[in-house]
């Protein structure tokens, strides 16, 4: 996804308005794959002040995820936000902890920051929905779907730390 900074490094405007979708199928982490529902949303700006260039855009993304507490696979929606300072290639300054978009021939590439960015915003865990009431811890039946008649008080002690691991 390329932005042109063309009108913006001539000084024609002092913003420019960018909104992108990235049609991706899955991210490869090094603890896995992210395997997306649908296009990632990229909306943002690129600025202008009295001496720099920055961006600042939010990053929508649905992502199949299964519900920690009932197993269920489900689209799970999240967003982040990037931002920072935009370099030239040939530059290479020394940056504080800043983030930096490097820019070449005025144009700007930012899928790998949108990849990474989505990456690192991953929730931990997540339901399918609030309420999620979970599997039966004896049964193992879908409570959301079916009631069962399990007594949880005559939990096999050894399915107690299994007990733990969904609470
Ligand atoms: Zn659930
Ligand atoms: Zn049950």
């Keep these: 996804m390329k932005i042109d900074l063309s009108r913006l490094i001539d000084r024609t405007v002092y913003e420019i308005d960018f909104e992108h979708s990235l049609d991706l199928v899955k991210i490869q982490s090094t603890s896995g794959e992210i395997v997306l529902a649908n296009p990632v949303i990229v909306k943002g700006s690129v600025y202008k002040t009295d001496d720099d260039l920055y961006l600042n855009a939010k990053v929508s993304?649905?992502?199949?995820?299964?519900?920690?507490r009932c197993l269920k696979e489900f689209v799970n929606k999240a967003e982040t936000v990037l931002s920072g300072r935009?370099?030239?290639?040939?530059?290479s300054l020394d940056t504080d902890d800043e983030p930096v978009f490097y820019y070449d021939n005025d144009h700007l590439e930012i899928k790998e920051q949108v990849l990474t960015s989505i990456l690192l915003s991953l929730p931990m865990k997540s339901l399918c929905n609030d309420n999620c009431r979970g599997l039966c811890l004896v049964c193992g039946k879908d409570l959301n779907i079916e009631e069962c008649s399990c007594d949880i008080q005559e939990i096999d002690p050894r399915l107690a730390k299994l007990k733990d691991l969904f609470d």
Excluded: K
């Excluded at 935009?86 to 530059?91: F, I």
């Design 61 to 68: 993304y649905e992502y199949y995820e299964n519900c920690a």
């Design 86 to 91: 935009l370099m030239e290639t040939s530059q």
